[in-house]
């Protein structure tokens, strides 16, 4: 036998043995593969020949199954929530009313894991015992069939920040915090997305469907920071583009980096995106651009909400007019959407909360009206699937959510 069918034997029984270690399960109807990922490990065919089509593509098995609804309708949960009483609470809204789904924090928007991973975990300085056995809570949802997506708060982690000081934004040689006492990490920074895909595989292994990355962006108001921060802009320094356009690269390429990386384990990618990107070419502080994300998930999540509209769409008042602000927003994005030739699935956020903070004359009282009149806009628009924001996860009861004829 001559060295090179050695050598391809090898590399086989390498694969081989790969599969029998790993909790993984074929894909059915899948092609011939010339290269196969499994836990990072890449194994190539010798001299690009084609391996067996009976090795094309593997998808890791949770163990947890969960049957897609016919359209997504969910409710956001605090790991506070998840690991506490409110937990029960909200699997009967869920039981009793026609929503299907919890979008759990699972890293949340100070950087910390909302459970404790095993103490050899990468992440174990991180975790936090919010959630006390997430695979149980997940367990809990597969029998009672609530869809699980598991939120991931990317570039905004303070916890991070200040453990690699070298990978978030700093001013006079220090951390830069915002108004509001949050650090951010650099999106610039390839490490900075292993973290967080690292992360997010962990989510997958545990049983989550989908994995939802949040704040996937820059700072808010950056464009009037940029001269001031000091950051390195790592392999995108050197571009022939302008600074606005660059963070816009780096933005759109971790989505499709954390898509990628993410196929071998059979979960959808969704990302929360300001709504107001859907009406401009691109927001150019924050580096997000709606057309660039979209082309790398499988669900795009506008964050929709009427209270967090300034006079936009020709409404002076946009909280008082819910109908009427999604349903002029929802034009926006299908038209964006339109040009896609492979459009994600859009699943807004819609507001059941109350913006006191508007002020008097400003906002109103969010209750069943205010949210069946968000759900009637964007069915009447094509749109079935959303998701229902409360930062305190109190949700409105009495809502109607069934999905319009």
């Not at 009313?97 to 095993?118: C, Q, R, S």
């Not at 006079?172 to 108004?179: C, L, R, S, T, V």
């Not at 082309?295 to 008082?320: A, N, Q, R």
């Not at 009447?380 to 109190?394: H, P, Q, R, V, Y």
């Amino acid at each position: 036998m001559g060295w090179k069918k050695i050598f391809t034997l090898g590399l086989l029984c390498l694969l081989l043995f790969q599969i029998s270690q790993a909790n993984i399960v074929l894909a059915e109807g899948e092609t011939t593969a010339k290269e196969v990922t499994l836990h990072h490990t890449r194994v190539f065919a010798y001299e690009n020949k084609e391996l067996p089509e009976t090795v094309a593509r593997f998808v890791y098995d949770s163990g947890l199954v969960f049957a897609y609804p016919d359209a997504v309708r969910g409710v956001y949960v605090t790991g506070h929530s998840a690991g506490g009483s409110r937990f029960e609470t909200l699997t009967k809204l869920i039981e009793t009313t026609d929503l299907n789904t919890m979008v759990i924090d699972i890293k949340d928007d100070f950087g910390n894991l909302t459970y404790e991973p095993a103490a050899d975990s990468p992440y174990a300085n991180i975790g936090q015992p919010y959630i006390k056995d997430p695979r149980k809570m997940l367990e809990v949802m597969e029998d009672k069939q609530i869809y699980p997506i598991a939120r991931i708060v990317v570039f905004k982690d303070t916890e991070l920040a200040k453990m690699k000081p070298e990978w978030s934004f700093k001013q006079d040689g220090k951390i830069w915090f915002n108004g509001r006492g949050e650090a951010f990490v650099n999106p610039f920074i390839k490490e900075v997305w292993d973290y967080n895909v690292g992360i997010a595989i962990e989510a997958a292994k545990l049983g989550f469907q989908e994995i939802q990355f949040d704040y996937v962006r820059f700072p808010e108001g950056f464009e009037t920071r940029d001269d001031i921060l000091q950051y390195s802009m790592g392999e995108y320094q050197d571009l022939d583009m302008d600074n606005v356009e660059k963070r816009v690269e780096a933005v759109s390429d971790f989505v499709a980096y954390a898509k990628e990386k993410l196929e071998p384990y059979g979960v959808d990618v969704s990302v929360d995106i300001f709504g107001y990107t859907a009406t401009i070419p691109a927001a150019p502080g924050i580096g997000q651009n709606f057309t660039r994300i979209s082309e790398h998930v499988d669900v795009i999540s506008s964050m929709i909400y009427p209270s967090h509209w300034t006079s936009y769409f020709g409404i002076e008042k946009p909280d008082l007019e819910p109908y009427r602000l999604v349903t002029e927003y929802i034009k926006a994005e299908n038209e964006k959407l339109s040009q896609l030739e492979t459009p994600p699935v859009s699943r807004p956020w819609i507001q059941d909360f109350t913006a006191s903070y508007l002020g008097p004359g400003n906002y109103l009282e969010y209750g069943v009206e205010e949210v069946e009149a968000q759900i009637r806009a964007l069915n009447e628009n094509g749109i079935t699937e959303f998701l229902l924001w409360d930062a305190g996860n109190s949700y409105t009861e009495g809502v109607d959510y069934t999905p319009l004829n």
